[in-house]
Each structure stands twice: as C-alpha cells, then as structure tokens.
C-alpha cells in the first residue's frame, strides 16, 4: 500500500512568485491535512480537507489555499511568497472519519520551499 | 483550545537503555485522540503511537507504550531498549473535534 506522496520535495522561488504542492493521500484516505513547520514556530495548522470541502483551517493569510479532488488528491498554493514562507510544508491523510479523536494521521516526506 | 506541552528540549540517552519523553496538555472535547511522532532528519513525520481518551489501557506498540494518565493529561511515551536509529525529533501530538495540535518537540539522541 503507497504512502503518502508529495511532490516536489525541494522547490526554491522567489519573492513574489506563487506556488503549488500537491499531495496525495493513502488510498481510501478522505481527510488530507496541510502544516507549516519552521524552526521558530515549530508544526502549524495549515488547513484540512475532507471529501472536497474544507473543514478546518489554521490561522494564515489568504495567500494560502487550497483544494482537493474528487479523487482525494490534495493541492496547496501560496501566492505572492515572502521570505518568511520558506519552510517544510507536510501534508498529512486520514480516513477522516466522524471519530476525529482516533484518525491517525499518515505524513509524507514533505516539500522543503525555499524563498529567496 | 487545545495545546500541547513539551517541555524537554532534548534528552540523550544510551543505547538499550529506557527513555520517556514528556507530554502534557489541555483541551475541553470531552473525546480525543493522543499520538506520538518520530521526525529524522529527513524530514518525514513517523506515526508511532497512538491512545484514545476512554481507552482503559495504555496503548503500547512494540519498543514504544504511552503512559496515559488522564487525570495528571500527561501522555508520556517511553520507549523501551534505545536504539542508535531512534536518534530523532519526536513530537506529541492531540486531535479532538478539529485539527491535530502539535508540541513544539523534543530532540532524543541515543549514544552508543
């Protein structure tokens, strides 16, 4: 069984610029969860997603959205990027089922953005 | 709102010896999910363990256990025999009605 995949893994923009990640989740997987991880700020909630709608979202500016597909497959863009937007973007899948309490969360390796 | 607290920057332990690593946090959903995270240096979040709210147990999962106490809301994860491939960043972590929360992390490094 596939784990999670995000692509790319590596990706250096420049201010200014916009760009998407994409994720895809473990097969059968409805939930798909994006965070921000830097060494200051430690792990944050981007936003998830579940069936196509977004049904949470953390506390980060309009620049960051997002979306999912019929499929489960997820994509994350951030536009007009700051200096402060380079970190580890890591996107996690979930059955996502009504008992959030016990839906494990299955991470991919990630995609370091670096914005120079 | 929930949040998590781990207060131990980094531990270093020998090799085959036990290590816990400290968890504590606060929430108001009467039902929650508690796991815990291993991060090497690449980067990948590893799933560990995990302990539900009403579970009577305490979850353990080969080397790894999760001493849950509820009433203390310390999930402490304890791994049994250090090996040198645990060296890592590990993370606790909480998911109740919403989102999963993280602790900001601990660095354990196991010494031969």
């Known amino acids: 069984k596939a784990g999670v995949t995000q692509t790319p893994r590596y990706l250096i923009k420049t201010r200014g610029q916009q760009v998407t990640l994409s994720c895809s989740p473990i097969s059968g997987h409805r939930s798909v969860s994006w965070y921000q991880q830097t060494p200051g700020q430690g792990l944050q909630f981007l936003f998830e997603y579940f069936s196509e709608t977004q049904r949470n979202k953390g506390n980060f500016p309009g620049r960051f959205s997002g979306r999912q597909f019929s499929n489960s497959r997820s994509e994350m863009n951030v536009s007009t990027l700051e200096l402060g937007d380079s970190a580890l973007y890591l996107c996690a899948s979930s059955l996502g089922g009504q008992n959030l309490g016990g839906a494990e969360a299955f991470f991919g390796q990630g995609t370091r953005l670096t914005v120079v | ?112």
């Open chain 2, 1 to 112: 709102a929930q949040k998590i607290t781990q207060t131990q920057p980094g531990m270093f332990v020998q090799e085959k010896e036990a290590v816990t690593l400290d968890c504590t946090y606060d929430t108001s959903d009467p039902s929650y999910g508690l796991f815990w995270y291993k991060q090497p240096s690449s980067g990948e979040m590893i799933f560990l363990i995990y302990q539900g709210s009403y579970d009577q147990q305490n979850a353990t999962e080969g080397r790894y256990s999760l001493n849950f106490q509820k009433a203390r809301k310390s999930a402490n994860l304890v791994i049994s025999a250090s090996q040198l491939g645990d060296s890592a960043m590990y993370f606790c972590a909480m998911r109740g009605r919403s989102k999963l929360v993280f602790g900001k992390g601990m660095k354990l490094t196991v010494n031969p």
